[in-house]
């Protein structure tokens, strides 16, 4: 299997926006235990939806 990091931020970066397939997930799943680097750009994306979701709230 050949995940690369651009692969897999791509996938989280969609993740916003569409649900993903499985095999996608599946996908993003097995890079991110290999990967600490996109471990992280994923923290960032979570971190990021709670904080659009907190605006949502509020208003
Ligand atoms: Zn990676």
Redesign the pocket.
Known sequence: MMDT?RK?SELLSQEQDRALGPVERLRLQL?LLI?E??RRVEHHFELLRAAIRRCRDDG
């Open positions: 990091c897999a890079h990967c680097r996109c």
